[in-house]
């Protein structure tokens, strides 16, 4: 019974020395003195303060892409223990010794020395020899732009990373698919590609690029699959919903999570909460939520109110008057109504505060029990410090003169009654019996007599308006805009018919407490609609660059400069490697177009397994390259060099697969063979040769003189910092 202890247990593992020793050196080359420089180095500048915020739980938007790469690096944060205490306003500004500088950058050092492996296993998945994968390899690990991107808390090395690996898990699974359909391996490959695409998008927008570029190879094999008359209805029906379940179903799930924990984790009131929703706002610790904490929900008549404008733009601001009256006439030589101006003001104020007013009864406050306001009521809106009356009439707005001006009305004795009801529209309502809730009904207020709609022009108003916002009635008030929609933020049932003890309660803090909570979807979609549209304005920085730059390198990128010598780190690419990327595209293109027109004339220059080859390895590559560099063209955004690396990778994975095409169909006497080996292995000392001229400012060490510095300027067009003396 015990007869299998009388031999030992052999456990046999294959081990493939070219990935370990690959790996090693890619873990080398990107680890190797980490923390070096201690100081901020280009946009860790930018990424810190995001890493800070996780590290005190307090809410941020950033406009560049969603949120898995931040949390990425405050992992690194967290693992260092960073308490996120240090200041992120200065490039090259000494870290304080609080700042975990090794662990912070770790994450991103260990993407970028992953993807050495990668790149090699990726050609040998691609059927290409070990000897073109070990090139591939190599070049990635020589490759001096990526070495700089990868060493310091940046996001570029992990999202190649996430590409790459979405890539090789794409082709291990298809592979399998010729003989094990539906194994654990085949489950394990395909799962992991739509885990990998998730995290690429994740990571930064780019990523999709790629994420599409293997939803659509996916598709055209399925398309090839259902020409399989081996393949039964039932069994392709299941391969289509294998491949929906792990490259639709999952990458969205996963997307949603990281917002999910992105907003678990940022809990607390911050810098960027006034670009959210008052809502958003509300559901934050502190800031807003302090405020709004204990308003009632139900707007009521007599309820004392402040109005946000939905929009946000330029600025977040409230419904305001003031004593001050419209100018009889404008410069233009306009005249105005001469009445009370109503604006939107971008500050708290108590003369942002309204009474909700029943025009049937003349009492400013709530009765007992509150009578809820509903969609479609009738309303008069009282200013509560100077109790006029919200008005619009057939006056020409100051600076929008196709609209009407909105005043509060003041009672000259002239041929111009007051026209003062409006009616409430809840935009999003569920039912016409809702009813009108704070910060949570977005409505909009529709002038009885003119049918005028409530709208924040964003015009800035001259001196006599103090610079606050115009507010007008639109007459064309065809369809949705957020200018027109507004939501009461501050809320309180009011209690005094006086108007002193009602200026006293606009000041009081309210006290019934309502929870305002938003379920995660709705938080989710106002984050991701911020994300999408929220614009910085564009600014020209002194290493912005164009696309076209980057294909011949015309441009370099200064991250640090030592404060003292002459030691300097610059975001500059291996010049062999990067002109041997472009001709191997080139030549892919050219040699693409010689066969399809051989082809055509039934003239067959390989076989056709090493067609099909040729064919798969461009479709990943050049596509990779296409895909990730093509769509700058069309962006309007400050474009940097780093941009370029995740197409470069693609690009560089074309140069072995070429060489080796070139190499067995073209070179076909041992002769030209042994030339043609001679002539790599030359190309591939220069490639190194050009990495150890660069890698001084590659790594920043060692410093170097003013003549070695001239000497690295290759291109008149490279800024190579040097000190004055």
């Known amino acids: 019974m015990l007869g299998f202890l009388k031999k030992p247990v052999v456990v046999t593992a294959e081990i493939n020395m070219n990935l370990v020793a690959l790996t090693v050196m890619g873990l080398v080359s990107r680890l190797w003195g980490l923390s070096y420089p201690r100081a901020v180095v280009f946009d860790e500048v930018y990424y810190g303060q995001f890493v800070s915020l996780y590290m005190k739980r307090i809410f941020f938007v950033d406009d560049s892409g969603p949120p898995f ?49 990668l790149a090699y296993q990726i050609l ?132 949603l999570s990281f917002f999910y924990v992105h907003l678990t984790l940022l809990f607390r009131s911050g810098p960027h909460d006034q670009i959210m929703t008052s809502a958003f706002q509300a559901s934050l610790e502190g800031g807003l939520a302090r405020i ?23 600025m977040q601001c409230w419904l305001h008057s003031h004593t001050n ?91 111009m009654p007051a026209q003062n009801l409006w009616r409430v529209e809840i935009v999003n309502r569920e039912s016409d019996t809702d009813v009108w809730k704070t910060i949570l009904s977005e409505v909009r207020f529709v002038h009885v007599n003119t049918s005028a709609v409530l709208k924040l022009s964003g015009a800035s108003l001259p001196e006599w308006g103090y610079r606050q916002l115009e507010v007008v009635g639109e007459k064309l008030s065809k369809g949705y805009h957020q200018s027109m929609v507004w939501n009461v933020e501050e809320h309180r049932y009011g209690k005094s018919q006086e108007q002193k003890e009602r200026e006293v309660e606009l000041h009081s803090p309210t006290q019934i407490d309502i929870s305002k909570n938003l379920s995660f979807m709705a938080k989710f979609t106002e984050l991701q609609w911020k994300i999408l549209t929220l614009k910085n304005e564009d600014t020209e920085h002194k290493y912005s660059s164009s696309a076209l730059d980057w294909i011949t390198m015309d441009t370099n ?30 030549v892919y293109t050219c040699l693409s177009l010689w066969y399809l027109i051989r082809r055509r004339r039934k003239i067959y220059d390989m076989p056709e397994d090493a067609w099909q080859l040729w064919v798969s390895a461009g479709g990943i590559c050049v596509g990779g390259w296409a895909v990730n560099y093509l769509p700058f063209f069309l962006m309007e955004k400050t474009l940097f060099l780093y941009h370029y690396l995740p197409a470069l990778t693609f690009q560089i994975l074309l140069i072995p697969i070429v060489l080796q095409h070139l190499s067995d169909h073209l070179c076909r006497s041992l002769l030209l063979k042994s030339m043609f080996s001679a002539l790599i292995v030359a190309w591939f000392s220069s490639v190194y040769f050009v990495y150890c001229t660069f890698r001084p400012v590659t790594y920043g060490e060692p410093s170097l003189s003013v003549t070695e510095l001239k000497d690295l300027r290759w291109k008149d067009s490279w800024n190579i910092l040097i000190r004055k003396q």
């Open 69 to 117: 790469g931040h949390m990425l690096l405050a992992l690194g944060g967290y693992l260092g223990g960073f308490d996120g205490n240090f200041l992120w306003n200065r490039i090259g500004a000494e870290y304080s010794m609080n700042v975990p500088v090794w662990s912070l950058r770790l994450l991103p050092a260990l993407a970028g020395a992953l993807c050495v492996p």
């Open 124 to 255: 040998v998945e691609l059927q290409f020899s070990h000897c073109a994968a070990l090139g591939a390899a190599l070049l990635i690990l020589l490759e001096n732009s990526l070495i700089t991107q990868s060493r310091f808390m940046l996001l570029e090395s992990v999202l190649i990373f996430f590409i790459l690996l979405a890539v090789l898990s794409y082709l291990r699974f298809y592979n399998l698919q010729r003989h094990s359909s539906f194994s654990g391996s085949w489950w394990f490959w395909l799962l992991l590609t739509g885990v990998a695409c998730s995290c690429a998008v994740g990571v930064k927008y780019m990523g999709l690029f790629t994420y599409m570029l293997l939803l659509a190879i996916a598709g055209l094999h399925f398309w090839h699959m259902i020409g399989d008359q081996n393949l039964s209805n039932v069994s392709l029906m299941c391969h289509f919903l294998a491949r929906g379940l792990a490259l639709v179903i999952i990458p969205v799930a996963m997307y």
């Open 292 to 314: 709004t904490q204990g308003q009632p929900l139900e707007v009521a008549y007599g309820s004392q109110i402040t109005l946000r404008n939905v929009l946000g733009k330029p």
């Open 325 to 415: 009256t419209y100018p009889i006439r404008y410069e233009n030589g306009r005249g105005s109504s001469h009445q009370q101006q109503v604006t939107c003001y971008p500050f708290k104020d108590v003369n942002n505060w309204w009474i909700v007013k029943d025009p049937g009864m003349q009492q400013l406050v709530v009765s007992n029990p509150p009578r809820p306001v509903r969609h479609g009521h009738i309303v008069q809106l009282v200013h509560g410090i100077t109790t006029r009356y919200l008005n619009t009439h057939d006056v020409a707005a100051p600076l929008s003169p196709h609209s009407q001006e909105v005043s509060c009305y003041i009672d000259y004795n002239i041929s």
């Open 557 to 586: 990128i200064a991250y640090w400069l030592h404060p003292t010598s002459g030691a300097q780190i610059h975001l500059l690419g291996n010049v062999v490697t990067w002109a041997s990327a472009n001709v191997a595209a080139l």
